[in-house]
């Protein structure tokens, strides 16, 4: 039997798109005498649908697309995801279902057992989880069909006390087909063929495993789909960050061969970079926009957020602003000028200087007497946002946040200031990450200044300013900082694990007292275990640790 | 037996605060011998913990002042709520368990089976749900202990399959003990009865329910603790947003006393005005803050939000900017005023114009020959944003945001701009919900001005302006958005129920592009059944009825 597996990039909600590129993969598959046709988790929606789910217009399109595909259904089967009606009157009304298409007909709907919950995962606010698991008959194969999540109850600490491929493998099936959902994260690849191979090796037959690829706002999906043969060897890995087609052969999955896959190996920092170059072009694509904007200080991460953008979007789209003060450094500007030259995008500089002295004569009846302080460093940052939005209006740019992940963390940044964006680049990247970003970059060729990657960090806000003047050093801080937010690490167990106690508590009692500004920020593009956002959910009300 | 109910404010995280209003609640009920005093749903950590209950030191923190607490229960049993251990290695590791103390020894611990995960509740998210149910068995009486969700699966459609209660009653209780976390909305408090009153009237056994009070940000708890006798009438209703502590002698609950309890009937505007007062002052109270500022208009949102903010703060702590542009009519000027002086609340008057000129000086090489339009609409939003945010730098304010629903829906508003602030007041009541706001409050007396009431909406950026011009009447648009957000009724339905086809689908269309700006707007205080924010979940990149 021939399989084919179709990893595309969907978009939520937007069912003529995806409908029309199901068919076309559909009639791929037919032109290569295809038995079969595997599309991911949720395809014909968009992954994730969140709180569209509740509208019975929204799943009643996804019932009328799904007619649509099963229309064409001849001569090939089709696996395809899809919501549908729990029909029970008992419990949620909705089953996360994978239809099974032959003959033009809907010949089985299989709902997933087990329903994420954690982390960006929202499932059980929507659909029930089953507890019927059926194989499918089909041409002499019996295939196990699985949703995601069903096949990662495995090893030793299990989420679920069930496991639906216990029940399927007592019915005898030839081969698993599982269709899913797996948003990237520097550690996801690993993790997703490590646990799909561990069921190989459960189970003991062959396994295709089906991805969405694109970007749904901070949701990055990287595709990586797998074929895993019956030895639990990677026979294929569809392409990264880009849309695929395969066709494998069951005789080849089941054959003893067990020369394995050569897979590229990419760095972890490389598949950062694609990653959020994806995510850009992304955003922008499925909004309908063309064209970003941003602030460039002259510093690392405005800079790295204006390659990414001129990689996603083309240097043509992109436009740099330099708004400089009278605390801008001109070795600054300098940086900054060089970086769009060596991009070729185009650039304004645009002082601030003047601005800043109409609010500070407006301001001065009332702060008569009292010290310079933080809030002339938030309003300088404020007006270089009201300039920058200007010209979004205007013109119908697209702002760039560019801060990182220490920064958010700590609430080292102006609110309504250079907090602003549609999107973040970088919001999950510790300040140490777009260091190394940066070097990536720079690797063939001096695209960033290196002037802009060695300086010692500052906002400019104020004469001789240096983030370290108010921060512990970014090689400690963003230590502390990934043991807190991604390993969810206690106050105790960071002193044990020997950082300084006062560091410590200072920058807990920051990331926690910070969670109000956060809570304002652009949705970040996300390609760690633990963003901020959706993903991480915390009281701003809280008093914890602050 | 005698039993205490306290209803009480706790605030998430905070142990010292929490514990020693527990002991201080269980000192008096052993003052006036009570047998046993009931705590709410979590009372320990407070409602909702979210992701600080993936940190283990947080658990920690619980059982600690769970000992505390224990050590204090002699002469007096205690219910009270926290998450605990699940010690199944199979399944999440926590639930959400009601201990149950006496002898200065927790005897038994009762774990949640039903987890509300819709809406503003995420607990499946952190709990394993149980599925064993047993009574307690204390002097005689049997009790049937459940936590919140759990007597909610009653009734025609049920969410979950199974319901604790069902397993309870087969083991003979005499009374029903409910501890809860059910914040309000003006539905709620009604709804809220009605379940209870129906799990009396399927069970048989009178029922004691304590709930939560005070906001924890968007939360609004109100309280209103019920005891419930076993004919099914109430009782005794608790004060509602209010702190309130009760003793129900068992013999009375179950006396075939038919005498209803005197329901002091309180209006929905009422309710909704009480809760909203409440809500700002936990916000400060529990951030640690004392001062508010907004900046006041003359019309009818800022007006409400400042006589709220002088209600809750004290006019003494609340302070008004009045933010005139060349578009500022002198009407309004006038209207604020009054209201300021009304409520003897300190208010400056700050002309943005020659802000305004530097801005359009600034950008007028770039935006030379290019009509005015939107962008300097936004652009004097945004300017009153940065004078408002120095002040709270400055000196210490919290900006209360004045938006309401109707216009957050539609995205009738700048980001950055008037959109801005610590906390949205208004931003869960539409616009017309707004204006009966204003009736209920100049009810005695005209605090509001009555111009402000009466005339036509407006945002005064340029002249002549009027809501109308860009919007629907809001009696048609807050009707068809109430139908859209709260109903989730779709199109088709809409249109069948009379409502003009093109604005239904402008309206719609709206509402779904606008989902970026509200991802980027403060947390609202929730006092309907669907508010914006972490209750209503969309995508930013969704393409549905857009």
Chains 1, 2 share one sequence.
Request: aromatic fraction near 10%; charged fraction near 25%.
């Amino acid at each position: 039997m021939k399989i084919a597996l179709a990893q595309l990039n969907y978009h939520i909600g937007n069912f003529e798109k995806n409908t029309a590129s199901i068919l076309n993969s559909i009639k791929k598959a037919k032109n290569t005498a295809c038995d079969l046709i595997v599309f991911a988790e949720l395809a014909i929606c968009g992954y994730p649908p969140r709180d569209f789910l509740e509208f019975t217009d929204f799943i009643e399109q996804c019932h009328l697309n799904l007619q649509q595909i099963a229309a064409e259904a001849f001569d090939i089967a089709v696996i395809v995801g899809l919501p549908t009606h729990n029909p029970d009157k008992k419990g949620k009304n909705l089953f996360n279902s994978a239809a099974f298409i032959c003959n033009g007909k809907i010949q089985s709907l299989h709902h997933k057992s087990l329903l994420p919950n954690y982390d960006v995962f929202d499932e059980y606010r929507y659909f029930e989880p089953s507890r019927n698991s059926n194989i499918i008959d089909f041409k002499g194969y019996k295939i196990a069909l699985t949703i995601c999540e069903d096949l990662w109850n495995i090893g030793e600490e299990q989420l679920y006390p069930y496991s639906p491929m216990d029940d399927l493998i007592a019915q005898h099936p030839d081969i698993m087909i599982n269709i899913a959902a797996s948003p990237f994260n520097y550690e996801q690849v690993d993790k997703r063929k490590a646990v799909l191979i561990n069921n190989v090796l459960k189970y003991k037959i062959p396994l295709l495993y089906v991805n969405h690829v694109g970007a749904q706002t901070e949701l990055i999906f990287d595709g990586s789909s797998l074929a895993i043969n019956s030895n639990a060897n990677i026979i294929c890995q569809l392409k990264s960050f880009e849309e695929d087609f395969r066709i494998f052969d069951t005789d080849v999955l089941n054959s003893k061969d067990n020369s394995i896959f050569q897979e590229i190996e990419i760095s972890k920092i490389e598949s950062i970079h694609n990653a959020l170059v994806l995510g850009i072009k992304d955003y922008f694509a499925k909004l309908g926009f063309k064209k970003a904007i941003l602030g460039l200080s002259g510093g690392i991460d405005s800079a790295v957020t204006l390659v990414l953008a001129a990689k996603a979007l083309g240097p043509e789209n992109v436009k740099a602003i330099l708004l400089p003060s009278q605390f801008s450094s001109q070795h600054s500007i300098d940086d900054a000028l060089k970086l769009a030259e060596n991009l070729k995008v185009a650039y304004e500089i645009i002082p601030i200087e003047e601005d800043y002295n109409s609010f500070e004569n407006s301001l001065s009846p009332y702060f008569k007497g009292l010290p310079h302080d933080v809030t002339e460093e938030n309003l300088q940052a404020r007006i270089r946002a009201v300039v920058l939005m200007a010209f979004c209006n205007k013109f119908g740019y697209v702002l760039l946040n560019t801060s990182n992940k220490s920064e958010a963390a700590v609430g080292y940044g102006t609110l309504y200031g250079d907090m602003c964006g549609g999107l973040s680049v970088l919001g999950d990247l510790y300040k140490t990450e777009v260091y190394e970003l940066a070097h990536f970059i720079n690797k063939d060729k001096e695209l960033i200044p290196h002037n802009s990657i060695i300086k010692p960090p500052s906002a400019e806000l104020r004469p001789n300013q240096k983030d370290i003047d108010s921060l512990p050093d970014y090689e400690i801080l963003d230590k502390i900082l990934y043991q807190y937010i991604e390993k969810r690490k206690g106050p105790k167990e960071l002193i044990n694990m020997g950082f300084d106690e006062a560091i410590v508590k200072k920058t807990l009692k920051l990331v926690n007292t910070n969670e109000y500004k956060r809570y304002q920020t652009p949705p970040i593009l996300r390609i760690s275990p633990k963003a901020f956002g959706m993903g991480r959910r915390l009281p701003i009300v809280g008093k914890y640790l602050s």
